[in-house]
């Protein structure tokens, strides 16, 4: 397992249990990666588990799931709108919940092939096109007010 971030807000809890199974490595922690590199774990890797307690869009998982990366994130936030019914959702505060997902994930190649099409399809619903033009109706909307 890797983990590919650099050092995020609130992170003590990950670097106490990082620090914990770094031993036996099972988890490497792999830091800032380049672009490049961050599209290869993409379309490398069996799964994205992505449990976010605040994000504001979650484009991790829109990026991941371009890929074809079948993508496991929370079920708060912004994010369940942002993975649809393509991906899997948890409680970012469950572990057990989040185990669970991925070995589910990690054990079936049907449910993974399934998450990754319908993954790359979801994922083409979203465009800077379109934000642009939200983002333009939000600011008319106000300048109304």
């Given at each position: 397992m890797a983990a590919?971030?650099?050092s995020g807000w609130l992170n003590a809890a990950f670097a106490f249990a990082y620090a914990c199974w770094m031993i036996d490595g099972s988890i490497r922690r792999l830091g800032h990666i380049s672009r490049g590199d961050l599209d290869w774990l993409y379309k490398h890797a069996v799964?994205?588990?992505?449990?976010s307690l605040f994000e504001g869009f979650g484009l991790p998982v829109l990026e991941a799931?371009?890929?074809g990366c079948p993508v496991?994130?929370?079920?708060?936030?912004s994010l369940p709108e942002v993975a649809g019914d393509a991906g899997m959702l948890v409680d970012p505060l469950n572990a057990h919940e989040i185990a669970a997902a991925?070995?589910?994930?990690?054990?079936?190649?049907?449910?993974?092939?399934?998450?990754?099409r319908a993954g790359r399809q979801w994922a083409l619903h979203f465009s800077w096109e379109q934000?642009?033009?939200m983002t333009q109706e939000v600011y008319l909307l106000a300048a109304n007010r």
């Open positions: 590919a971030s650099g799964a994205m588990t992505f449990p799931m371009l890929a496991i994130t929370s079920r708060t936030s991925l070995a589910l994930v990690l054990g079936d190649e049907e449910l993974r092939q399934r998450m990754s934000t642009a033009w």
